[in-house]
């Protein structure tokens, strides 16, 4: 693991410990939102009226720093989903990326996509939370988790109904943690050791990832032609939130990228 993965995930330990005295699983199981039916993540990105891309709200990350602190929950993911995102990615990790559990839950009660949980998730606890905030899917880092683990985690996830993103950084990661219990694919082409950005990670991996998974390409995507690539090698999704982020309005920023991914696959199918 990288230092600013070891650095999250020690500080994530000591919050979930916290919430844990704080807020019982019996208190998380009677919020309004745990017994709402969760909407298939996996379902939304496979629909050929939409674009596939999972759009993301994150105001700061460890290596870009803050990249708008201005933009609305509210009004960024619901623009993002009248641009014809297939899903919402919510940070929820309020340290490292200035995230909040409060942010998910706004999302949730505007937009009926589903909604990805982005968060650090090492704990069932979290598991629990995420269904008790709105949340239809969770994501779980290959990097952070044993295998063993990663896969107990799944499943409990699956257990209560939540669909699953495993995110992987090479093939060695891959490998190791593919299990049953997973419903997307997720390959980060930001290194975690350097922070560098490489699209070949992507693929790269494509085709090692078995056809059952929804595989959807992470991180550092700026030109509506790379989705056009990445579809053709197979990728069925895209996780772009950055790219939005950066501008003063993110929807409108979302909008422009998805009329011309919308043009320009148009375009390739007439070829």
Known sequence: MSNILEKIIAHKKE?????????PVKMLERSAFFEGKVVSIRKYIQDPEKTGIIAEFKR???????INNTA????????????????LSILTDKEFFGGANEDLTIARRFNFCPILRKDFV???????????????????????LEPKRLEELA???????????MEVHDQEELAASLND???????NNRSL????????TSFDLVNSI???????????????????????????GFLIGENFMKSIRPNQAALNFMNKFRELEAASLTK
């Not at 700061?60 to 803050?66: D, E, T």
């Not at 050791?193 to 070949?200: A, M, P, Q, W």
């Open 15 to 23: 919050e979930v410990a916290e919430r844990k005295s704080l807020v």
């Open 60 to 66: 700061k990350s460890p290596s870009k720093g803050i």
């Open 72 to 87: 609305k929950v509210e009004k960024t993911s619901i623009g993002y989903m009248q641009s014809g995102a297939s899903a």
């Open 122 to 144: 090492i704990d069932e606890y979290q598991i629990v939370e995420a269904k008790s905030i709105g949340a239809d899917c969770i994501l779980l880092i290959a990097a952070a």
């Open 155 to 165: 499943k409990f996830a699956h257990s209560l109904g939540l669909e699953v993103l």
């Open 181 to 187: 219990h997973l419903d997307l694919v997720g390959v």
């Open 193 to 200: 050791k350097t922070f560098e950005v490489s699209l070949d």
């Open 210 to 236: 078995p056809d059952t998974f929804v595989k959807i390409s992470e991180s550092g995507i700026s030109d509506p032609k790379t989705l056009v690539e990445l579809k053709r090698a197979g990728f069925d």
